[in-house]
Nanobody, 120 residues
C-alpha cells in the first residue's frame, strides 16, 4: 500500500510563512508527479502547485511568486514553501501523488490534509 501524510500546517499571521511536507510511504517504485490542492470552506478544491519527477513545476496564478514547490526524490517527499501568506490562503491543504508501485502497479493517492489558517 502507498500512503501520503501531510504535515506543517498551522496558524500564522498575515505575511508569515509555513512549509508543508507531503511524505509518501509504502512499496513505491517511482512517483511521477505530486500536486498540492487546497479547499476553503464552501469552495471547491483547487490546484495550488504541482511538480513532476523531472522537477517541472506549475503554480496557480494566485500563489505565483509566493509559494515554491520542491521535492526530495530520495525521501519521496514534496514540500510547499508558502511565504507572504494572506487570509485568503486559509484552507485545508491536500497532496495528491501518482506513480507506480514496486510491482509496476499504477497508484494515485490523496493525503488526509493539513489545516492552514492565516489571521489578518
Amino acid at each position: 500500500q502507498v500512503q501520503l501524510v501531510e504535515s506543517g500546517g498551522g496558524l500564522v499571521q498575515s505575511g508569515g510563512s509555513l512549509r508543508l511536507s507531503c511524505a509518501a510511504s509504502g512499496s513505491i517504485f517511482v512517483v511521477y508527479a505530486t500536486d498540492w490542492y487546497r479547499q476553503a470552506p464552501g469552495k471547491q478544491r483547487e490546484l495550488v502547485a504541482g511538480i513532476t519527477e523531472d522537477g517541472d513545476t506549475e503554480y496557480a496564478d494566485s500563489v505565483k511568486g509566493r509559494f515554491t514547490i520542491s521535492r526530495d526524490n530520495a525521501k519521496n517527499t514534496v514540500y510547499l514553501q508558502m511565504n507572504s501568506l494572506k487570509p485568503e490562503d486559509t484552507a485545508v491543504y491536500y497532496c495528491n501523488a501518482r506513480g507506480r508501485r514496486e510491482l509496476g502497479v499504477y497508484f494515485e493517492r490523496w493525503g488526509p490534509g493539513t489545516q492552514v489558517t492565516v489571521s489578518s
